[in-house]
């Protein structure tokens, strides 16, 4: 089938890769002309394990093509995927203007009956106003129908999860639309899940705001497990052994970040706001993560007076591991509070480097070209990505430190290794090693 994505970020990138793999015909329409040109280069502009292999090998078969002409991109296609941004406006709800702005293009542009799919995470109702929206702006006398079909990929395992995702959700309320989406995905062999529109994108906010949900919830543990004297690694496994639970999203550390949890959750509660709905859990679980993504701070503070003048380590940027997204990520939130306490830092991430020298610019902040590097020297080291690079070290590093201190927001280490290593150690909700 002849596709058109809208957007080739993170989504709409791995998205137009993947479906030009199973055999469609794709073109990737992105307003940054820079990008675009990377792109018809075989030059993924996002780190995404698997993306550029893939991006290559489409794009010498022909079936992948990257413009950002909006209107020669429409040429002919059936079907057109929005993956646009819709990023947070000041008062926690989704700016859907890129969305709108895209929807009136195809309006104006589109010459035969067209498909719009809504690939970007838009609050319950944008799909139906789009719909309208398009109605009133069509040149041309033909159908165009929405469907919404939210994502659930994750940064970092984004390819693997685009062929083998859980469920592919659905929301038509059209039979024809629902066919052709069926014919889409008819290769990829995941459940599709058909719904209406607005539980669709409903599904898409409750999903995240669950996820949410269960990392807060299994930090507040860990804050209670330190105060008590449990281990909250022990707790998390003895949770997840009942089915009812499961094992995934207990793991303690230093918080969510990314381009998606902490937007999505803050939307949902606006979302709810809009209906007179106060969402009270969803309200604590955003608090919780806020407090939390700042707690080795304030670990690192009792431990010294003041941390003016003092040499800090960072090690990991990006907001997870295989990922060079840092988008709110909690690196941000750490090193902002401690430039503001006057320390000296100094960074290192094995992938998020790049991005991380032209967001993160303040004359306090250096940054390393190794782990190694960024530890010798300092007075304490902040572990804030669990990257494998970061897990796999050989912890002897560490005691070589100016003072050998080390604050792990992903608990990244057995307390064993640590205590065999020898160096002071503080973790979320396990025991500190002293
Ligand atoms: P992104 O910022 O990485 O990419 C958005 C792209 O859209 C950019 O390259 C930008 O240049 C382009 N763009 C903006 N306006 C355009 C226009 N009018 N025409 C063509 N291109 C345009 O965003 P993303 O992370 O891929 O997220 C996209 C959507 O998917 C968001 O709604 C997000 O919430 C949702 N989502 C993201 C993830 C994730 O992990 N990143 C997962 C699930 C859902």
Redesign the pocket.
Same mark, same amino acid.
């Given at each position: 089938m002849k596709i058109a994505v @809208?957007?080739?970020?993170? @989504?709409?990138l791995v998205t137009g890769v993947c479906l030009a793999d199973m055999g469609h015909y794709v073109t990737c329409?992105?307003?940054?002309e820079n990008?675009v040109e990377r792109m018809k280069n075989g030059v993924s502009p996002i780190y995404e394990p698997g993306l550029t292999e893939l991006l290559k090998k489409n794009l010498e078969v022909g079936r992948l093509v990257f413009t950002s002409d909006?209107r020669k991109g429409f040429k002919e296609v059936e079907v057109i995927f929005i993956? @646009?941004?819709?990023p947070q406006n000041d008062d926690g709800s989704a700016d859907i203007s890129?969305v709108e702005?895209?929807a009136k293009?195809i309006a104006f542009c589109a010459e035969s009956d067209t498909i719009i799919v809504t690939? =970007?995470?838009v609050p319950v109702g944008t799909n139906d106003r789009l719909q309208a929206l398009i109605n009133l702006h069509k040149a041309n006398d033909i159908t165009i129908e929405i469907v919404s079909n939210p994502?659930?990929?994750?940064?970092g395992s984004a390819v693997n999860d685009t062929f083998y995702a859980d469920r592919i959700v659905i929301g038509s309320n059209s039979e024809k639309a629902t066919k052709k989406m069926k014919e889409i995905y008819q290769d990829f062999n995941i459940p599709i899940y058909l719904t209406d529109i607005r539980s669709a994108e409903m599904i898409k906010y409750a999903s995240n705001a669950f996820l949410a949900t269960k990392i807060s919830f299994i930090n507040e543990i860990a804050n209670i497990c330190e105060r008590v004297g449990a281990d909250v690694e022990k707790v998390a496994v003895g949770m997840g052994l009942d089915q009812r639970i499961g094992t995934s999203f207990l793991k303690a550390g230093i918080g969510y970040g990314g =381009?998606?949890f902490p937007k999505d959750t803050k939307a949902l509660i606006q979302i709810a706001g809009n209906v007179a709905y106060d969402f009270e859990l969803l309200k604590g679980v955003v608090n919780v993560n806020s407090k939390q993504q700042t707690i080795l701070v304030d670990k690192l503070k009792k431990k010294f007076h003041s941390l003016h003048g003092k040499r800090l380590a960072i090690l990991g940027l990006a907001f997870k591991p295989n990922t060079d997204d840092l988008r709110e990520a909690a690196s941000l939130m750490v090193i902002d509070e401690l430039v503001k306490e006057g320390a000296e830092v100094i960074c290192y991430d094995p992938i998020a480097m790049e991005n991380a020298k032209q967001t993160i610019i303040h004359p306090q902040i250096r940054f390393a070209a190794s782990v190694e590097d960024a530890v010798k020297d300092s007075e304490a080291a902040l572990i804030l990505t669990e990257w494998d690079e970061i897990k796999s070290i050989d912890l002897k590093v560490f005691t070589h430190m100016k003072t050998p201190f080390v604050l792990d927001g992903r608990n990244c280490y057995s307390l064993e290794q640590v205590k065999a290593a020898g160096f002071e150690y503080h973790s979320i909700g396990r025991s500190a090693v002293n």
């Open positions: @809208v957007g080739a970020g993170y @989504v709409g329409i992105d307003i940054n990008k909006h993956a @646009v941004g819709t890129y702005d895209v293009t690939k =970007s995470t994502e659930f990929l994750r940064e =381009s998606c």
